[in-house]
């Protein structure tokens, strides 16, 4: 069974960073794409970005490129989302995801952790 496990929400100032990271379990997952998703409260879920598990190519979301890095550690079956310069509408719950399909991978997700940015 497939297991995302997601860590390193919080409350933080305009301007500042925070680093998600997912830990994932239950299968391998060479063949598969992990992503970051986002949901603010009244809004649909949006991907934020996604990391292929082979090979590391990238998607970002506009409205994170510059700001957002997502990596992978294939030996830990880790992924991370390392976010600098946040804005208040970051603001929202993070999720973690994994799937087959690129570059919105959907089939697994993580229990999500809150971001939240103020002004």
Do not use: H
Request: charged share 20%; net charge positive; proline share 3%.
């Amino acid at each position: 069974q497939v297991q995302l496990v997601e860590s390193g929400g919080g409350l933080v100032q305009a301007g500042g960073s925070l680093r998600l990271s997912c830990a994932a379990s239950g299968r391998t997952f060479s063949s598969y794409a992990m992503g970051w998703f986002r949901q603010a409260p009244g809004k649909e879920r949006e991907l934020v970005a996604a990391i292929r598990w082979r090979g590391g190519s990238t998607y970002y979301a506009d409205s994170v490129k510059g700001r957002f890095t997502i990596s992978r550690d294939n030996a830990k079956n880790m992924v991370y989302l390392q976010m600098n310069s946040l804005k208040p509408e970051d603001t929202a719950v993070y999720y973690c995801a994994v799937g087959s399909s690129w570059p919105r991978p959907s089939d697994y997700w993580g229990q999500g952790t809150q971001v939240t940015v103020s002004s």
